[in-house]
Structure formats: C-alpha cells, structure tokens
C-alpha cells in the first residue's frame, strides 16, 4: 500500500462518515421529523466547538462509527461530554461497539469532570449481536451508576428509546422529551398486542405527555428539537461542572509537516525536525542530547503552554528502545509527573533493541521502568504515531492500553506485532502469504479504537493545541506509591 493511497484514503473514509446508513435512510429521518446526529450535534453546542473520538471505529454491521456519535465540546463555552445515536445506522441500535464507545465518552466525562449529555434515538439491544449487545447495555448501565452524583448526566430522548434500553436513561440525572416524536417504553405497542392482545398507541404507551403527567419519568417537554435543545443549554448553565475552555478550535496548518518524514520508509529522518515544527518558534529545548541519542526528551512550548516530549529518533539505532534510552525516558516521564507538566510521545520505533548484549544488561528490567512510567502517569499524555510502532514498544510508548488520553496516527503509518522479516520468521509461511503478513495500517487500529483518530500530518499541531486545552481539565487520582523494577 503506498502513502499516496492510504492519504486518499483518509480523504474517502472522511467523507463515507457523513454517509450514516445511506441517503435513502437520512431522508426518512428528515421526513420523519427528526433531525441527522451530526446536525443535531451542532443544533446543540456552540458552534465550530465538537470534535469526535473514536470516529473510525467499525463493528460487526461493518459501518463506520457504528451508530454513535461521541466527543466533546463546549456550551456557553463551558466543557460537555456527549454522544448522539444515529438512528439511520441499524436504527440507532446499541451494538459491543457501541456500547463501547459509549462506556469510552462516560469514562472521559469524569476525567474531564463534564456532564455527559445522551442523544437518544434507538431501537434498544441491536438483534443482530444478541447477547454481545445485552452485555454492552450493561456495561453502559454500570458505569452510569458508577458516575452517578460524580457528573451530571442527561438524558435527550429524540426518537424511540425502547425495551431494557429505556434503564438507560432511568438511571441518569435528567430526562428530556420532544412531544410526539420521542417515545420509552419496556415493552413496545407491537409485542404489547402479540402478547397480551391490547392495542394501544404509541402516545399513550409511552410518548412525552404521558411520561411527564403519569409517569413521572421525564424532566422537561418542548414542541421540537430546537426548542428543547434551549432547555437542555439552560439546564446545564445551572450545573456546577463543565470548566470553561477555548471555544473556538484551531484550524491553523503547518504544510511543511505534510513533507517532513523521507518518502521511502525505510529512509531516516532526525526527528528533531518534526519537534521543531510542531513547537512555538524556537521554543525546543533538549535534555540529556548526547546520552541515548535514539531517544530524545525534552520541553516545547505549544501555545505558550510548556509540555514534556520523549520522541524516538530514527537517525540513531533505528529508534529502537535499549536500555539507556529506556532510562532516559522513564525517569523524563517522571520528572513530569511530579510538576504536572502534560506529556508529548512522537513515536516511530520498530521495537525494542534485540540482542545478547541488551539482554544482559537487563533490557527487561530498564524496559519495564518505560511500561510503569507511563502506565503511573497522570498528567495529559498524547501520542502521535508518525511513520511504525512495532511490538512491545506499541504498548510501551504511551498506549491507549497504559492509559494515553490520545493516540492520533498520521494515515502512513503502520501498526504491528514486529517487523513484516520477524514476523515471517515466527509464523508458518507456507500457510499463510508472506505477503499478506498481517501488518494492521492505522486504519485497522483505528476500526478497532485502540488508536483515537487519523491526523493529517500538517494539522497535527492545531489538533494538539485543542486536545491539551481540553485535558487541562484531567483530574485522576494518583495510584498509591507502587514498586517500580529500578
Ligand atoms: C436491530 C433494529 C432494531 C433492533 C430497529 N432496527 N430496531 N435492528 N435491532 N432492536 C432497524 C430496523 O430493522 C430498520 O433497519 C431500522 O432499524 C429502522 O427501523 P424501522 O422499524 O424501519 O423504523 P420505525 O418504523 O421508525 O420503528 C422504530 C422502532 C421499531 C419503533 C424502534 O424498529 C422497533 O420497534 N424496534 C424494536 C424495538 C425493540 O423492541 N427493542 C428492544 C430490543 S431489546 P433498516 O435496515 O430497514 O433501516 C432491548 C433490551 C436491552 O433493547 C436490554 C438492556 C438490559
């Protein structure tokens, strides 16, 4: 696969986002009165202000997203969580996927201490996935609990919210209806007359009216959408979470980015390039740059604010990992730590170093210190992967998996168990195509959401910006003081 076809790539899958579950579907849920979820997304927040996580993630019905909208922006400039239901993706319904992406934007709401808005539109427990989405409702229901009185979470029914799905919503703070178009029910007007032999409408089962004068189970009514969007924003300026942040992203680019790693793969590069590059002018300064020159570490300013950045240097050993280079960076991820300074890994490794003579001066144990340093952390910590990450550095350098709060990957880059000659070694090539060694591309990690998203190289450093902006407002609690293997 060459980079100009996976660039364009990034370009297709950018724009089938926008696609749902087709135009055919999209239109009947216009006529249908509702609106799309990116629409209703950009109805709800201040403008310009969402960006989505996990965009690329992909599950069993093989489309993109998976039915659910999840990311974060800002009302009335103050932080919120949030996630819309596509209700034109197998009718909104709630997959392992999606039910995953759902647990990851909970998660991330108490991290950033911001409500969690839900934008219910969904026929419950998707079918297809059978017991895989009962499980994933109640992972759902169990990190809601969890969270209860630590976030508030609201709940915006728009459309139908049906069988144990509605314990959903049950279980948050507050629940919005729009009148006649949003419907809860456990049981639905069709089984209702197969089982019991009642007809009975839709309104009086469930829809808004009802819920507000007899049952009691919802908060606040309005005639449409926008109107109760209105109430949803009035509701929230009451709340004391949701800090305030820059509203407006950054959309500036750095076009020299997009040419600054060599066109052949197998070239290098000095990595203190692409440093100087995403950094405020000048602002780089470099610690320990004659000791462990495959690993560099040290502090940039990007917009004015200082962050920590360890970033494998392709110009020494390949940028491979050895034990020195394991010291260094375990002990700058700690200094760090210690003065909350937020944490930048550029990653480009193809792996630890191998050999007897690393083996024997305790690679292992030096390597460890790099899984614990990172794992301990609690500052922001993003990685960019910018060309492979191989094997056990992958997880080493900042994961998803150790905890990273980001892991952006420009759309070369290559995601792998080891090198395509390694793995050729250890796997059974007669059965298998050597060719087709599986060598997972960022898009694959990206389907499976243990990478963030894909970046074009040249608006990464806007991108970082916004996403340090956000984690400003990060607060996890230390782990107790551990054993680290020095
Ligand atoms: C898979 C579903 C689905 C479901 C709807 N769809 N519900 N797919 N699993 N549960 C799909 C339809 O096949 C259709 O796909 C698309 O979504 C839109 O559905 P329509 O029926 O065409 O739309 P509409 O007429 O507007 O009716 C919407 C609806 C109805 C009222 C939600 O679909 C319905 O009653 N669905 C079943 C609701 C239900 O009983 N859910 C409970 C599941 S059990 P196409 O491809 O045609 O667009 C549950 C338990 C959770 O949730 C337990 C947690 C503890």
Redesign the pocket.
């Known amino acids: 696969m060459d980079n100009h076809f996976k660039n364009k790539l990034l370009h297709k899958k950018n724009e089938e986002l926008l696609q749902g ?1 087709g135009q055919a ?1 999209q239109q009947k849920q216009r006529a ?1 009165g509702k609106a799309l979820a990116r629409a209703r997304i950009d109805a709800l927040v201040d403008k310009d202000s969402f960006t989505e996580c996990l965009r690329f993630v992909t599950g069993e019905a093989a489309i993109l997203g998976d039915g659910v909208i999840i990311g974060y922006a800002t009302i009335m400039g103050r932080l919120v969580c949030l996630y819309a239901q596509d ?1 034109t993706v ?2 909104g ?2 997959g392992k996927k999606h039910a995953e992406k759902i647990v990851t934007i909970l998660e991330m709401a108490v991290k950033l201490k911001a409500p969690l808005i839900g934008l219910i539109d ?7 996935e059978g017991v895989e ?2 499980h994933g ?2 992972q759902i ?1 169990r990190k809601q609990v969890q969270y209860s009185g630590v976030i508030p979470q609201l709940s915006v029914i728009l459309g ?1 919210c ?4 509605v ?1 959903s919503p049950a279980l948050t703070d507050v629940i919005f209806m729009v009148e006649k178009i949003s419907h809860m029910f456990v049981t ?1 007007p ?2 209702l007359a197969a089982v019991t032999g009642s007809d009975v409408d839709m309104e009086s089962l469930g829809g808004a009216r009802m819920h507000a004068t007899q049952s009691g189970n919802v908060h606040v009514t309005a005639k449409n959408e926008a109107a109760l969007f209105k109430e949803v924003r009035a509701f929230l300026s009451y709340m004391p979470t949701g800090k305030e942040i820059p509203c407006h992203k950054h959309m500036d680019k750095v076009a020299s980015l997009a040419h600054v790693l060599p066109i052949n793969e197998m070239s290098v590069y000095d990595v203190r390039e692409v440093i100087q590059l995403l950094a405020d002018r000048q602002s780089f300064m470099e610690l320990s740059s004659c000791f462990a020159r495959n690993l560099v570490t040290g502090f940039i300013r990007l917009n004015e604010q200082t962050v920590g950045v360890v970033a494998n240097n392709p110009k020494h050993l390949a940028g491979g990992i050895d034990v020195d280079a394991s010291d260094k960076c375990a002990r700058f991820v700690r200094f760090c730590d210690c003065y909350r300074i937020p944490l930048l890994v550029l990653e480009d490794v193809c792996g630890f170093i191998p050999g007897t003579e690393q083996e024997q001066r305790g690679l292992i144990r030096h390597g460890a210190k790099v899984i614990y340093a990172f794992a301990e952390a609690t500052v922001p910590k993003i990685t960019v992967i910018l060309r492979k990450a191989y094997g056990g550095a992958f997880v080493a350098l900042n994961s998803k998996a150790l905890g990273a709060d980001f892991v952006f990957s420009w759309p070369t880059a290559e995601m792998a168990v080891m090198g395509a000659d390694g793995a050729k070694s250890v796997i059974n090539t007669e059965s298998r195509e050597t060719e087709d060694t599986p060598v997972p591309t960022a898009f694959l990690a990206a389907e499976k959401g243990i990478i963030d998203d894909i970046i074009e190289p040249e608006t990464t450093r806007a991108r970082l910006i916004d996403a340090y902006a956000v984690l400003a407002c990060k607060k996890i609690a230390a782990y107790p003081h551990g054993n680290m293997p020095l």
């Open positions: 579950g579907r249908s209700f197998c009718g319904t709630v969904s026929g419950g427990a998707r079918i297809q989405a009962l409702y109640g229901f139908p049906a069988g144990g799905a314990y639905g069709k089984v």
